[in-house]
């Protein structure tokens, strides 16, 4: 049986990963947080804009699918 | 599909929006990453401000850049229109002139974090936007960015 003491929580992890985060230069990190993966409907056109960000979470809600995350529900 | 945002990409953005003197922010989770928050994105977020000079600055300053911008675009952008989606240049970009959750731009300069010349969103603004904004994207990374604050202000008051 696991001794619950000696069960990392997720704090105590993410709290490893900001120690480590930080030991790392700036162009390092930026270098392996930006990932490039094509997200469909909303990388298909080259340009969007709206007159105001409500008009932007609706098309979201309405245009993208939604385990995209752009919503509010699933 | 444009190149993946990378270091080299963020500077450019730092000294071309510079040398136009934009006044902006970088927001949500690229902002986050930019103070030293561990996660992933895809794409630069830009907070702003809403001006008239600042919009003819920005128009020239993604010019610059590489972005090719129709006429009709650039003068949506100089206008200001609260969210404006990038795919047309050398790497994505968003542009909110009004995020979600923050009331003014002079607020959150005011509150700015600066890092290697990069001026950032406080981690309070850019938890505030994501709250304000409540995508199930935004639900998830939230327990994860709010122990992030935590941290960055330990560490900041330990210093």
Redesign the interface.
């Known amino acids: 049986m696991v001794d619950p003491a000696h069960v990392r929580g997720?704090?105590e992890d993410?709290?490893a990963?900001?120690e480590?985060?930080?030991r790392r230069p700036?162009?390092t990190?930026?270098?392996?947080?930006?990932?490039?993966?094509?997200?469909p409907v909303?990388?298909d056109?080259?340009?969007?804009?709206?007159?105001?960000?409500a008009?932007?979470?609706e098309w979201?809600e309405r245009n993208l699918p939604?385990w995209?995350?752009?919503?509010?529900?699933? | 599909m444009a190149a993946r945002f990378d270091y080299p990409q963020a500077e450019a953005i730092r000294d071309v929006l510079s040398r136009h003197a934009v006044r902006y922010l970088f927001i949500g989770k690229s902002g986050a990453i930019l103070l030293g928050f561990p996660d992933t994105t895809q794409d630069a977020d830009l907070f702003v401000e809403k001006t008239a000079a600042n919009g003819d600055a920005i128009a020239s300053a993604l010019l610059e850049l590489g972005f090719e911008l129709t006429a009709e675009q650039a003068a949506e952008i100089r206008r200001g229109k609260d969210f404006v989606q990038l795919r047309n240049g050398p790497f994505d970009l968003d542009l909110v002139f009004a995020p979600d959750g923050i009331e003014t731009f002079a607020q959150a300069w005011s509150r700015r974090v600066e890092v290697a010349g990069f001026p950032v969103c406080h981690p309070d603004d850019i938890i505030a936007s994501k709250e304000a904004a409540n995508r199930v994207k935004d639900r998830e990374s939230l327990p994860r960015l709010k122990a992030f604050r935590e941290y960055w202000l330990k560490q900041r008051r330990d210093r």
């Not at chain 1, 056109?45 to 960000?53: D, I, K, M, N, V």
């Not at chain 1, 995209?68 to 699933?74: D, N, Q, S, V």
């Open positions: 997720p704090r993410w709290e990963e900001f480590a985060a930080a700036l162009p990190r930026v270098h392996f947080s930006f990932i490039r993966t094509y997200k909303l990388d056109a080259p340009y969007r804009s709206f007159e105001t960000l008009d932007y979470r979201c939604t995209l995350g752009y919503g509010r529900t699933l």
